[in-house]
Nanobody, 125 residues
Framework: QVQLAESGGGLVETGGSLRLSCVLT????????MAWFRQAPGKEREFVAA????????YYAESMKGRFTISRDNAKSTLYLQMNNLKSEDTAVYSCAAARYYSGSDYRQTTFGSWGQGTQVTVSS
């Protein structure tokens, strides 16, 4: 059974940076396409970024391009999200998600069968 555990959230000032991590256990990390989603207070969960299990191709929501970088370390079974130039509207619970052997381009929540509990990111203005 696959398990995901996020870490790295916290309180940061506007313009600051954070790096989130997500460790996958229970299965072979390298066989999973991984993604980050976020949910702000009172809003629906939204897609942030994804990284393919094949070749490590990356995909971003338009509003995240240029500020956020998704990466993975298969040797450490860990997914990362580097977030720079943070804004107050980035305040949300960030969750990682996994889809085994997925090679498509549909990054809706329903594509991902495994989820972490999330880590809170708060950006103070």
């Amino acid at each position: 059974q696959v398990q995901l555990a996020e870490s790295g959230g916290g309180l940061v000032e506007t313009g600051g940076s954070l790096r989130l991590s997500c460790v996958l256990t229970g299965r072979t990390f390298s066989t999973y396409t991984m993604a980050w989603f976020r949910q702000a207070p009172g809003k629906e969960r939204e897609f942030v970024a994804a990284i393919s299990w094949v070749g490590g191709s990356t995909y971003y929501a338009e509003s995240m391009k240029g500020r956020f970088t998704i990466s993975r370390d298969n040797a450490k079974s860990t997914l990362y999200l580097q977030m720079n130039n943070l804004k107050s509207e980035d305040t949300a619970v960030y969750s990682c998600a996994a889809a085994r052997y997925y090679s498509g381009s549909d990054y809706r929540q329903t594509t991902f069968g495994s989820w972490g509990q999330g880590t809170q990111v708060t950006v103070s203005s």
